[in-house]
C-alpha cells in the first residue's frame, strides 16, 4: 500500500496530539450517550470519511443516487461547505455555488429530478426535508460528509478511505485524519477508493487486514474511471483518449488531491500546465487574469480541462477570456467496483428496503402506496 506521499507537519504533531484527545473525548460521549445522537423515521445513509477531502464522496454519492434513484424518491443532504447562506436551503436548477456550494451544485445539475438540499445542522435538515410538502417526495435522506455529525444516528454508514492513505496518516493539523482511524469501528460498510485497477486479491487482503475491521463490517474496493470531457460553455463533447503527445492542456484544480487527475492527463500528454489552488477555492479576479493570462502562453489549438466541482465555480465567474470559454472542459468521473459490485448494492438496497427505522420506503407521505415501484 503505497503512501510515500503522505506529507507530514511534524512540528504540528503536539497540536495533533491535543486536537485527537478532544476528538476522542466527544466521541466517547456520544458512546456513552451522554452526547445525543437522532434516530429517523426513513431509510439515514451517511456518506463519510476519517480525512480531509479527497476520497471521493461526491461520485459514491453519485453512485448511490443511480442505484436508488428509479425505485424511491432521494434526498441528498450536506452542510454546503463555503457556500454564503445559511440555514435549511433547498437546491434549484438556478442554484449557484455561492447559495448551496459546489458539490450540491454539482448534484444538482447532474440530477434535477432529486432533491437536493444543504444545512448546518443536519437534524433540523432532515426534519424540513421529512415535513411539509418536502416529505411528499423524499424517502430515503443520503447524507452527504457526514461521518463526524453524530448527532444524527445513520441507519447506514459508508465510510470512505482513500488506497493511497490506508497507513501514515496523522490527526490535524499535522496530517489530513480528522479523528484517529480507531473511528473506523462506527461503519458499517468501509470503502477503499482510488484503488489502482490492477489491485490483486492478495493486496485487497492485505489493506482489509491493515484497517482492523470486525467481522460484521463489510469491505469493498472501488476505482476512479474518466468519462467524455464536457464543455463548459459551448462545444461538443471531447474523448479523452483524443489527447496525444502533441496536445496541450491548461488543467486548473481546486481539489484536496489533485495527483490522479494530473496523473491521469500526463499518461496521455506531457505538455500540461497545472494551476492548483485550495480545497473548494473561490476564483478572484486576478485568479482569472492568472487563467487568461496561463493559456495565452499557449498555443491556439490548447485545451482546459478542471474537475465537475471546479466547473461548477468557475463557469460562473466574469472575466475569462473568449479563448478559454471556447475550449474549455470540464471531466466527470465514476466510481466502479472492483469486485463485489452486486453484493455493494444489494446491502444498499436491503437496508432500504427494510427500512428499519420504521416509515416503509415505498409508503408515501399521504399514506398511499406507490405503484409500479421495484427494489
Not at 463533447?237 to 491548461?250: C, F, I, P, Q
Request: with cysteine; proline share 5%; glycine share 6%.
Amino acid at each position: 500500500m503505497a503512501n510515500n506521499h503522505i506529507h507530514i507537519h511534524k512540528s504540528l504533531l503536539p497540536v495533533s496530539w491535543l486536537y485527537g484527545i478532544v476528538v476522542s473525548v466527544r466521541n466517547r460521549l456520544f458512546d456513552l450517550g451522554i452526547l445525543k445522537s437522532r434516530r429517523f423515521d426513513l431509510p439515514v445513509i451517511s456518506i463519510g470519511n476519517l480525512a480531509v477531502g479527497g476520497t471521493g464522496k461526491t461520485p459514491h454519492v453519485e453512485y448511490l443516487i443511480r442505484l436508488l434513484k428509479e425505485d424511491y424518491g432521494i434526498a441528498v443532504l450536506s452542510r454546503g461547505y463555503k457556500r454564503r447562506t445559511h440555514g435549511f436551503v433547498i437546491a434549484t436548477l438556478t442554484s449557484t455555488a455561492s447559495d448551496i456550494g459546489d458539490e450540491p451544485m454539482q448534484v444538482k445539475s447532474k440530477f434535477p429530478s432529486v432533491t437536493v438540499a444543504v444545512d448546518e445542522d443536519r437534524c433540523d435538515g432532515i426534519e424540513k426535508l421529512t415535513s411539509g410538502q418536502n416529505a411528499r417526495q423524499v424517502e430515503v435522506v443520503l447524507l452527504d460528509d457526514a461521518f463526524q455529525h453524530r448527532y444524527v444516528k445513520p441507519g447506514l454508514s459508508i465510510l470512505l478511505i482513500e488506497y493511497d492513505r490506508l497507513e501514515g496518516d496523522k490527526m490535524l493539523p499535522a496530517g489530513r485524519l480528522r479523528e484517529p482511524m480507531s473511528g473506523i469501528q462506527r461503519a458499517d460498510v468501509v470503502v477503499v477508493t482510488k484503488c489502482p485497477e490492477t489491485l490483486t486479491t492478495d493486496d485487497m487482503e492485505a489493506a482489509g487486514a491493515s484497517l482492523h475491521l470486525r467481522s460484521s463490517q463489510k469491505i469493498f474496493f472501488s476505482t476512479t474511471e474518466y468519462q467524455e470531457l464536457e464543455p463548459l460553455f459551448c462545444g461538443d463533447n471531447l474523448s479523452l483518449d483524443s489527447l496525444s503527445a502533441e496536445s496541450h492542456v491548461l488543467l486548473l484544480t481546486g481539489i484536496a488531491n489533485p495527483t490522479p487527475l494530473l496523473r491521469e492527463i500526463q499518461r496521455r500528454t506531457r505538455q500540461v500546465t497545472h494551476l492548483s489552488f485550495g480545497d473548494h477555492h473561490t476564483f478572484s479576479s486576478s485568479d482569472i487574469s492568472a487563467i487568461n493570462t496561463a493559456y495565452a502562453a499557449l498555443p491556439p489549438s490548447a485545451i482546459v480541462i478542471t474537475t465537475e466541482k471546479d466547473a461548477m465555480r468557475l463557469s460562473q465567474q466574469s472575466g475569462l477570456s473568449q479563448e478559454v470559454r471556447h475550449h474549455a472542459y470540464q471531466l466527470p468521473i465514476k466510481v466502479r467496483f472492483l469486485h463485489e459490485a452486486e453484493t455493494f448494492d444489494q446491502i444498499i438496497k436491503d437496508y432500504v428496503r427494510e427500512a428499519p427505522e420504521g416509515r416503509l420506503p415505498a409508503q408515501r407521505a399521504d399514506g398511499r402506496a406507490d405503484e409500479g415501484k421495484n427494489t
